[in-house]
């Protein structure tokens, strides 16, 4: 199984960016599917993105898609969220997520991964 460390979070004002990074440790972290997910006080987990294990195999949530960017570099054994034009809806805790081998479904939801990191507070001000 897969360790995963997020860092990156942070304040930062409406219409701003942050970048999330997750380290992960492993030999075999180009097999997993790597994806982010979120939650807020009070409400369920919910997806963000996920990135297949080539980097070229993409997948947003409606809420995020065109502000946020997902990538991988399997070099490194990392996977990073870029987030732009930041809204105060975003806040959140952020997670990073790993299952092994390909996801098939376009609605991923956090059963589908079994892997998860400590998460990373992500607070945007209006």
């Known amino acids: 199984q897969v360790q995963l460390v997020e860092s990156g979070g942070g304040l930062v004002q409406a219409g701003g960016s942050l970048r999330l990074s997750c380290a992960a440790s492993g030999r075999t972290f180009s097999s997993y599917t790597m994806g982010w997910f979120r939650q807020a006080p009070g409400k369920e987990r919910e997806f963000v993105a996920v990135i297949g294990w080539r980097g070229s195999a993409t997948l947003y949530a409606d809420s995020v898609k065109g502000r946020f960017t997902i990538s991988r570099d399997n070099a490194k054994n990392t996977v990073s969220l870029q987030m732009s034009s930041l809204k105060p809806e975003d806040t959140a805790v952020y997670y990073c997520?790993?299952?092994?081998?390909?996801?098939?479904?376009?609605?991923?939801?956090?059963?589908?991964?079994?892997?998860w990191g400590q998460g990373t507070q992500v607070t945007v001000s209006s």
């Open positions: 997520a790993a299952r092994i081998g390909i996801l098939f479904t376009r609605d991923p939801t956090p059963a589908d991964f079994g892997s």
